[in-house]
C-alpha cells in the first residue's frame, strides 16, 4: 500500500472513531442535561453540585457505550486497570466541565437556568477534547498488530466446527 493510502486509511479509521465516539457522547450529553436540570428544578440541590451529579451518571452512561461500542475491538485483558484510567481521567474531564460552570456561577453570576445549561455544554464541550484524547491514547488502547492477528485467529477456530471434516481433492 502506498504512503498515501496508508494515510488515508488510517484517516478513515480515525473518521469512524470520531464519529462514534461523538455518538456515545451526544447521548451522554442528553443524560448530563436531562439528570442535571432534574436535581436543578426538582431539588435545592446548588447549581454546581448538581452539574456533577449529572456529570457522574453520564460518566458510568458513557463507558458502557464506549467499551462495547465504540472502542469495542480494542485490548480487553486488563478490565481493572481499564476501568480506573477511565474513571481517573474522567474525573479530570469532569473537574474541567464544573470548573467552566463554577466560574460562570460563582465568578460571574451567571447562573440563569439558560446561563447554567450554556456553561454546562461550554465544560462538556472542553473537557470532551481531554476526554477523547485520553481515553484513545490510555484506556481503551490499541492491540498491537500481531495481538490483534492471534485474537482474530483464535476467534475464527473457536468458530469453526470441530467435526468438519476439510475437503479432499476432488477425482476425476
Not at 7 to 34: D, H, Q, Y
Not at 50 to 78: C, E, P, Q, S
Request: glycine share 8%.
Amino acid at each position: 500500500m502506498s504512503e498515501r493510502g496508508a494515510l488515508r486509511t488510517r484517516l478513515e479509521l480515525l473518521a469512524r472513531e470520531v464519529a462514534k465516539f461523538g455518538a456515545v457522547g451526544a447521548a451522554g450529553l442528553v443524560v448530563n442535561i436531562v439528570v442535571s436540570n432534574l436535581i436543578w428544578r426538582t431539588t435545592e440541590i446548588p447549581v454546581v453540585r448538581a452539574g456533577l451529579m449529572g456529570t457522574v451518571v453520564a460518566i458510568l452512561f458513557n463507558y458502557v457505550g464506549f467499551r462495547y461500542w465504540t472502542y469495542r475491538d480494542r485490548d480487553k485483558t486488563g478490565r481493572t486497570r481499564e476501568l480506573m484510567l477511565f474513571l481517573l481521567f474522567s474525573a479530570v474531564g469532569a473537574v474541567i466541565e464544573t470548573g467552566v460552570l463554577y466560574v460562570a456561577t460563582y465568578g460571574f453570576g451567571w447562573d440563569s437556568p439558560v446561563q447554567s445549561n450554556v456553561f454546562k455544554i461550554v465544560g462538556i464541550g472542553i473537557a470532551t477534547l481531554f476526554r477523547f484524547w485520553s481515553y484513545r491514547t490510555w484506556v481503551f488502547r490499541a492491540l498491537p498488530a500481531k495481538e490483534a492477528v492471534l485474537s482474530a485467529e483464535r476467534f475464527l477456530e473457536q468458530r469453526r466446527p470441530s467435526d468438519e471434516v476439510a475437503p479432499g481433492p476432488v477425482p476425476h
